[in-house]
């Protein structure tokens, strides 16, 4: 079974910057999203970025302009830099990897921006 397995997680100021990865743990091909959602406390987990596997990208509303997803195709790892962050960016990042026959889910890393 391929797991996800994130790093970069951390606690930093308001208007700080840090960089998410995530790493299958093993071989899996043919991948059509890779994405980032996070979830706060007390609210439902949502998208914050996507990209396909030809390169499409897709970022929220609220991260637009600030948040960045990357890939590396043979690495099977997928990336997310924040800059220029807010309190309100605090959550937990779940990282995804999909394709047919395949839904898989980091185990989470927690970022917090303080005031």
């Known amino acids: 079974q391929v797991q996800l397995v994130e790093s970069g997680g951390g606690l930093v100021q308001h208007g700080g910057s840090l960089r998410l990865s995530c790493a299958a743990s093993?071989?899996?091909?043919?991948?059509?999203?890779m994405g980032w959602y996070r979830q706060a406390p007390g609210k439902q987990r949502e998208l914050v970025a996507q990209i396909t596997r030809g390169g499409s990208t897709y970022y929220a509303d609220s991260v637009k302009g600030r948040f960045t997803i990357s890939k590396d195709n043979a690495k099977n790892t997928v990336y997310l830099k924040m800059n220029s962050l807010k309190p309100e960016d605090t959550a937990i990042y779940y990282c995804?990897?999909?394709?047919?026959?395949?839904?898989?889910w980091g185990q989470g890393t927690q970022v917090t921006v303080s005031s």
């Open positions: 995804n990897m999909y394709r047919l026959n395949y839904d898989g």
């Open positions: 093993g071989s899996i091909f043919n991948i059509n999203y």
